[in-house]
């Protein structure tokens, strides 16, 4: 076994996260010597890839799952709101940077305005999203958020929604600061710039098996096709989305000890019928149903490909035990652990809702999804619409006290030493790689990441500082990315 090729740091996974924890490493430590392992045949391919995700700029402008309604009809408390909004200025600002770096290309290549619109129907939701929009009407990261009962109004901001509408007492909130991002053009260059800076990138190798060395390095056995081959790494990152469980368990590192994914299919239907897409500019989110999955919720997106436009709906949410959408069926059962099993069977038991609704949802035909569809699109034809399977979502099972927890959000684990660190989770997702991978970093270099916070404050100005506490701040930074990047301001 030769271990002849050593590195400083080898990124497991070709997607937006080993994209971005590359690119900060190779920014504040230009001579790391880094290695990228990606098992299929080119970069961003899973979840990253523009079909593959909504491609929204989650900044809870407009997902009402970031801001439930109060229990006594006060008004809806806008804290993870503004958490979420905070983090995705942070990734607004990276990519800014990036841009004027000439790391990132023209921003219209990943990103656009799309204003974001939120619309509910029937009395409870109509009151909800009224009390949720005079909470963040004055928060600085909301600016300029609007509210409307009326339907005249509802349809200047988007006709499909309103167009063979029968009448029904609606409403929506709309803002033009949302945008619509292609993380997998974001992660493509982004791999192409660590290309060009001496960062070895391998496509079609998988690693199968990490094992540590006594001084705190790792070996990473890859295999390929008809290959296996060894390599050295004093630090790993598992950014390998719904297979990190997986690496981080043959890691073995005590900290995974416990943790399971709940995995989550989707699929979407899209059309890119240009009458239909040139009335809709905007992504609208509604309510969900009992049980869905938040971000599982259907939604209407304007979607914008290699300078395409399409319209989004979905995603639809199912049961599938893969991990990834190239992953295996045998991904779930062999997850499971002595250690796990419980955190499992309990999140099976007190989420019969959530299960319910898979399997509903799973079972739906087409038809049945384009039913969906209308109560957005009242007017939908079948045959204007695709359906095509989207990325899995591997949501994190966190051990807990009464067994298990279903999370939704992201979960970093790192062992002890920091030599390794994995990606659990889904959500926010993409939106929110730059604020995950700073914090990988102060888990993986917690000697170092003091020192680094100057350089990383030359790329994300407000680092440290909350923008939602001083509107002059909140403000001024909108606007400066928002002109780089070519956003509204
Ligand atoms: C249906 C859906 C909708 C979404 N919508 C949004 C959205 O609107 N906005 C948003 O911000 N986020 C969204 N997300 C979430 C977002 O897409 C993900 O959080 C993000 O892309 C995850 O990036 P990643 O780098 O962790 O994983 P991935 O992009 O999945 O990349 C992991 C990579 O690791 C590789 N890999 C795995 N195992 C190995 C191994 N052993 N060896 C080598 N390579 C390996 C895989 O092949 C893959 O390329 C959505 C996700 C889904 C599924």
Not at 21 to 29: D, E
Not at 234 to 253: E, N, S
Not at 330 to 339: A, F, N
Not at 436 to 454: C, G, N
């Amino acid at each position: 076994m030769s271990n002849s090729e050593h590195y400083d740091l080898a990124l497991v996974g070709g997607g937006i996260m080993s994209a971005t924890l590359g690119v900060l490493i190779k920014l504040v430590n230009p001579k790391a010597k880094i290695v990228l392992f990606e098992r299929l045949d080119k970069v961003a391919l899973e979840s990253s890839n523009p079909w593959n995700n909504a491609g929204t700029g989650h900044a809870a402008l407009c997902e009402l799952n970031y801001m439930p309604d109060s229990k006594d009809g006060s008004l809806p408390d806008p804290t993870k709101a503004i958490d979420i909004n905070e983090q995705f200025q942070v990734s607004r600002q990276f990519w800014a940077s990036l841009v004027e770096q000439g790391i990132l290309s023209a921003p219209e290549t990943f990103i656009r305005t799309v204003p974001h619109m939120t619309f509910v129907r029937g009395e409870k939701d109509v009151d909800y999203l009224s009390r949720r929009f005079e909470s963040l009407k004055a928060q600085p990261l909301f600016a300029g958020i609007q509210f409307s009962k009326d339907p005249k109004q509802i349809s200047k901001w988007s006709p499909l929604i309103i167009e063979g509408r029968a009448e029904e007492t609606i409403a929506a909130t709309f803002i033009d600061q949302g945008t619509d991002v292609d993380y997998g053009a974001i992660t493509q260059q982004m791999i192409d710039w660590l290309a060009k800076k001496s960062v070895k990138i391998e496509t079609g190798v998988e690693v199968k098996n990490l094992y540590q060395y006594q001084d705190g390095s790792w070996q990473l056995s890859l295999g390929g096709e008809n290959y296996q081959r060894f390599v050295r790494a004093d630090k790993v990152f598992v950014g390998a989305g719904g297979w990190a469980l997986k690496l981080l368990q043959r890691a073995g590192i005590p900290e995974i000890d416990g943790y399971g994914t709940f995995p989550v299919s989707g699929h979407f239907l899209r059309t890119d019928n240009p009458e239909i897409v040139a009335k809709h500019q905007a992504k609208v989110y509604s309510q969900a149903q009992v049980g869905a999955p938040p971000m599982s919720v259907p939604h209407l997106d304007t979607r914008v490909v290699d300078g395409k436009t399409s319209l989004l709906f979905g995603p639809f949410a199912g049961l599938n035990p893969k991990f990834l959408k190239f992953g295996s069926i045998l991904d779930l059962p062999l997850s499971l652990r002595p250690k796990n099993l419980i955190p499992y069977l309990s999140v099976a038991l007190k989420n019969f809702d959530l299960v319910t609704y898979l399997i509903k949802e799973v079972t739906k035909s087409r038809n049945q999804k384009i039913e969906g569809l209308r109560e957005f699109v009242p007017g939908a034809k079948a045959e204007d619409w695709v359906l095509y399977e989207a990325g899995q979502r591997a949501q994190v099972i966190k051990p807990s006290k009464g067994g298990g927890t279903l999370q939704f959000g992201t979960e970093v684990i790192a062992a002890e030493d920091g030599s390794i660190a994995g990606l659990l989770g889904a959500s926010p997702g993409a939106s929110v790689a730059v604020s995950v991978m700073l914090d990988v970093i102060e888990r993986m270099y917690p000697q170092q990441s003091a020192s680094w916070l100057s350089t990383l404050k030359n790329t994300i100005p407000s680092l440290g500082r909350k923008l939602n506490s001083d509107s002059k701040l909140a403000k001024k930074t909108l606007t400066d990315t928002a002109r780089v990047l070519k956003l509204k301001a």
